[in-house]
């Protein structure tokens, strides 16, 4: 094991599979001669040279489209993104091409292709550049979603998600790229669709996922000081889902929150709470609680932003109520 930040768990990621796979390649806007925006691709081009790590020009919708074309040619694209903002532009090809595509085509075709790049809020961007869309890809059938939270689940569910035959659309964040974490020496991949316990608990079980579950973590050691003991699950894929991770948490808890930055309407937490209390409700001793950020477009200043996002004390705030407790 060794320490690597966020960037650099995923520029591995992708170094290993362009180098074990000829028809892989890296599109985005400055992959190339810039490094990626955030430096994910750093050093990539020089190793692999222009036909597999390509500068595109701003335009979501092309580049998305080109790298739809090239997997039902046969290749495997990874398309970077600049920020999911940015790729609203190109959902057409994304839920309404690539995620169709097996379907349509009766198993004839498949769409070997990644999309990644920065998801939700980072730090003073606005409203248009703060945005959530776990959910919305996660609606769409025939896309798998992926939102890691640690470098080590970053690098592994990268690799798995080049090689999966599928649409993958895979979600990290801007404040992430330099969190630094302990990640394996060598090969290892780590199953789409597999969940992971980040925090042993036995009073309340919260279920976080990408930049939130550390926030959430946050929270858990502030109630373990008021001898409130918290389970962290970290579902790492949210379509699909692993929900007998968190039924069996919850099964062992007797309670639930869902800590998530994105906004409270039909969001992912509305979907993992039907799930819980339909499958948990003869447990539950307190309904679930789904802690959000405001229903508001994120706000330009830092004071109003702080306000609108949620943070370890909206957690605290979220099991105390769960568990009844009075602060």
Same mark, same amino acid.
């Given at each position: ?5 966020? #960037? ?58 080109? @790298? ?38 009766? @198993? ?14 980072? #730090? ?17 059938? @025939? ?165 609108? #996002? ?7 705030? @979220? ?9």
């Amino acid at each position: 094991m060794r320490e690597l930040t966020f #960037r650099d768990a995923l520029n591995e990621a992708l170094d290993e599979e362009l180098g074990r796979d000829p028809d892989t390649f890296l599109m985005g806007e400055e992959v190339g001669a810039y490094n990626g925006a955030y430096k994910v691709s750093k050093g990539l081009l020089d190793k692999y040279g222009p036909k597999r790590v390509v500068d595109s020009p701003i335009s979501e919708l092309g580049f998305c489209g080109l @790298g739809v074309g090239a997997a039902m040619m046969g290749l495997k694209p990874i398309i970077e993104v600049m920020t999911w903002n940015f790729a609203i532009l190109a959902m057409d090809q994304i839920v309404n091409t690539a995620a169709k595509m097996r379907y349509m085509a009766a @198993g004839e075709l498949s769409c070997p292709i990644v999309f990644r790049g920065p998801n939700g809020a980072a #730090r003073s961007l606005g409203a248009q550049h703060s945005q959530w869309f776990e959910a919305q890809y996660a609606y769409f059938p @025939g896309i798998k979603v992926i939102v890691p939270s640690t470098p080590a689940d970053a690098k592994g569910l990268l690799k798995s998600a080049i090689r999966d035959p599928d649409p993958v659309v895979f979600m990290e964040s801007e404040t992430m790229y330099a969190w630094k974490g302990m990640v394996p020496e060598g090969e290892y991949t780590i199953p789409i669709g597999k969940g992971d316990i980040k925090r042993e608990g036995t009073d309340c079980t919260i279920v976080a996922w990408g930049k939130a579950l550390k926030i959430a973590l946050d929270g858990a050691e502030l109630l373990a000081k008021d001898g409130i003991n918290c389970e962290v699950v970290d579902p790492r894929t949210i379509r699909p889902l692993d929900e007998e991770i968190i039924v069996n948490s919850v099964r062992k808890t007797g309670a639930c929150v869902v800590f998530e930055e994105g906004w409270p309407y039909y969001n992912v937490g509305a979907q993992i709470s039907d799930i819980v209390q339909r499958a948990c409700f003869d447990v539950l001793d307190s309904p679930v609680i789904r802690v959000t950020g405001a229903d508001v477009p994120m706000p330009y200043a830092r004071t109003l932003e702080d306000a609108a #996002r949620p943070d370890p004390t909206s957690v605290v705030a @979220g099991v105390k109520n769960a568990l009844n407790v009075r602060s």
